[in-house]
């Protein structure tokens, strides 16, 4: 699994939040184990008009230089998604598996990140040559004919959620008439961890969203995400 932070900030990224995550890629307290297999993030930022910082790498979070670049994003509204991955399946490594993944659907450029693992028979077309992660926003995608973004999350989340290890995740959906809309979801099966439960928790504090293992070394300052549900952070 993988480690994320989603936000809805002004002015400026929190640098301790940066930091929590970046320890949280090199070492994981929670499985002892890093997450080495690419990073990235999308960032909308809004200083009068809206621009987009989007951001993958193949290399761990911890070892690439560009990292700094977060710690000088400035404006009068951020919104964004920055995520760590670690896959069990060695190929699907590169850039092009990074999170958040991005398709443009409509008005809407739609962007994800996972953490978690998801069966392939819960898929419409399961042969399809993608990630899982991919997968469930393409799956998102599909339901933008027939209702909103939100509504497009929440019903993908409900109808996958009978056969995974997580359904841990952003979603970031942008248009021009609405701007930036940015939502989590926090959902694991018991039945189905490989690690300890903590590992799976999901956090909020303030306006922030992350992982356990984040949340951990903000000094565990954040409360437990709403269970089962698609949460708005604003």
């Not at 994981?28 to 009068?48: C, R």
């Not at 598996?97 to 008005?107: F, I, K, L, S, T």
């Amino acid at each position: 699994m993988c480690r994320f932070v989603a936000f809805a900030e002004k002015g400026e990224i929190d640098g301790e939040v940066i930091r929590a995550l970046l320890k949280s890629s090199k070492k994981d307290v929670l499985s002892s184990n890093s997450h080495p297999d690419g990073w990235g993030y999308v960032i909308y930022v809004l200083d009068g008009e809206w621009s987009r910082f989007h951001y993958a790498s193949a290399r761990p979070m911890y070892s690439d230089d560009n990292l700094s670049i977060l710690y000088s994003i400035r404006g009068e509204r951020l919104v964004g998604i920055i995520h760590a991955r670690k896959t069990l399946k060695k190929f699907l490594r590169g850039v092009s598996h990074a999170h958040p993944y991005h398709v443009r659907v409509g008005p809407y450029d739609l962007f994800f990140a996972h953490n978690g693992s998801v069966s392939r028979s819960s898929f419409k077309i399961p042969e399809l040559p993608y990630t899982d992660s991919f997968m469930i926003l393409r799956e998102i995608a599909e339901e933008l004919s027939l209702m909103d973004p939100a509504k497009a999350y929440e019903r993908v989340m409900n109808r996958l959620k009978g056969n995974v290890t997580s359904l841990n995740s952003a979603f970031l959906s942008y248009s021009e008439a609405s701007g930036p809309e940015l939502f989590a979801y926090y959902y694991y099966n018991r039945n189905n961890m490989r690690e300890t439960e903590e590992y799976y928790r999901i956090y909020f504090h303030d306006s922030y969203v992350y992982s356990a293992t984040v949340n951990y070394y903000l000094g565990g300052k954040g409360k437990e995400l709403p269970f089962d549900r698609v949460y708005r952070i604003n």
